[in-house]
């Protein structure tokens, strides 16, 4: 666990503390506490690292640390509390400047930038005071050339959104995310991202920029990590989090059907959604609706019929947008992918046409029925107004 206390601009991945509790050695002596003469015995606060190791050439941005702090309780609940002897917590300094607090001796330090970098932790009274005398520990560590780097853009750590469907949106660097190879042998330098939210998978793609909807209001805690093809995480692993809340009363838009990763066995979709706290008419806003990558339209419904859908995989965005067609201040959107196996059944009305205007209160309806036996095997149904 931990409390940011200072971060730097910008959003590509550079040096900056997210997440994390460390332990560091002592200047002089590599991966053990620094204790005065003073403190010196078996009853003393210390502090040490377990992990990273004197030295650690890390091909990741980020790093996995350890520590271990000995004759102190550290309580992350008494931060700016009154002083207790034998508690508090510790400050976390990197190359000198401080960047966190934590109470916990396992944690994520994220967005490492390339180079040589001393690590070091404080142990601090709940004032935030360090102790007297100074119990701290330090470690040098390197992280490599070219080594992969990954960066949440958005949601930010501390971050508030009006969106129970909100967008993430991270950068990768010195990794190719490639969405077409998930499931293929695994490709040095190629593969994709898993999203955890409150400790559940809840996505893998190979998109810079996706949803995850039906969050309910209140505080979230979001993890991403680079995984190769097969799903596997990087070694060591590459990874960025932040905590962030939804808000009370924030728009919900979810596809209900189909879910994530169908095999439908025609090439008509009865896509349905669910839309919470936003109303969808043209006086208030609708739903742009995307397939492949082309809007198809703007849906003031829950529920369309999305057909003449070739054999292949499929993609289905959907977003809350205004009347004007713009997308709210902050997005609500979801996203899903299906499979059309070969050979599925088809129909297409090919007459009437679309808003073709009719001279008969009986017309002729002429439709094309393709992998579907006509006759003894089966027949057509239709629908008038909802009536059949």
Not at 18 to 39: D, E, K, N, P
Not at 153 to 159: S, V
Not at 339 to 359: D, H, K, L, Y
């Amino acid at each position: 666990m931990r409390r940011k206390v200072a971060s730097s601009g910008g959003h590509a991945p550079a040096l900056l503390l997210v997440a994390f509790s460390i332990g560091i050695l002592a200047a002089g002596s590599a991966g053990s506490a620094s204790l005065t003469a003073g403190q010196a015995g078996q009853d003393a606060p210390s502090v040490s690292i377990l992990y990273p190791t004197p030295g650690l050439m890390l091909a990741s941005s980020s790093l996995e640390v350890s520590i271990q702090v000995r004759n102190f309780t550290l309580n992350g609940s008494a931060i700016g509390g009154i002083d207790r002897p034998g508690e508090g917590h510790y400050d976390v300094l990197v190359d000198g400047g401080r960047v966190t607090v934590g109470w916990s001796e396992r944690e994520n330090l994220t967005r490492i930038s390339e180079g040589m970098h001393l690590l070091e932790v404080v142990l601090a009274e709940n004032s935030g005071a360090p102790l007297q005398p100074r119990v701290n520990a330090s470690v040098w560590f390197e992280v490599t050339a070219g080594a992969p780097a990954l960066a949440l853009i958005t949601p930010l750590d501390g971050q508030s959104l009006n969106s129970s469907s909100p967008v993430v949106l991270v950068s990768a660097g010195n990794f190719r995310l490639e969405h077409a190879s998930i499931g293929k042998p695994n490709t040095q330098g190629v593969g994709h991202l898993r999203a955890y939210v409150d400790g559940e998978s809840r996505r893998s793609t190979g998109h810079a920029r996706f949803p995850i909807a039906g969050l309910a209001a209140g505080q979230h805690s979001l993890r991403v990590e680079l995984v190769n093809n097969d799903g596997s995480p990087l070694a060591p692993p590459v990874r960025d989090h932040s905590s962030f809340t939804v808000l009370q009363g924030a728009p919900l838009l979810r596809v209900s059907s189909p879910q994530q990763g169908w095999e439908n066995f025609t090439t008509t979709l009865d896509l349905r959604l669910e839309v919470k706290r936003f109303r969808i008419d043209p006086a208030n806003g609708s739903i742009a609706l995307v397939v492949d990558g082309l809007k198809v339209g703007s849906l003031h419904t829950e529920r369309m019929i999305v057909n003449r859908l070739m054999p292949g995989v499929h993609a289905i965005s959907v977003a809350l947008q205004r009347t004007d067609g713009a997308p709210l201040p902050t997005p609500v959107e979801d996203f899903v992918e299906w499979t059309v196996f070969n050979g599925s059944p088809s129909v297409t009305i090919q007459s009437p046409t679309r808003e073709e205007s009719i001279a008969s209160s009986s017309p002729l309806v002429k439709a094309e029925v393709k992998n579907f036996p006509l006759g003894a095997g089966g027949g057509l149904l239709a629908w008038l107004d909802g009536k059949k």
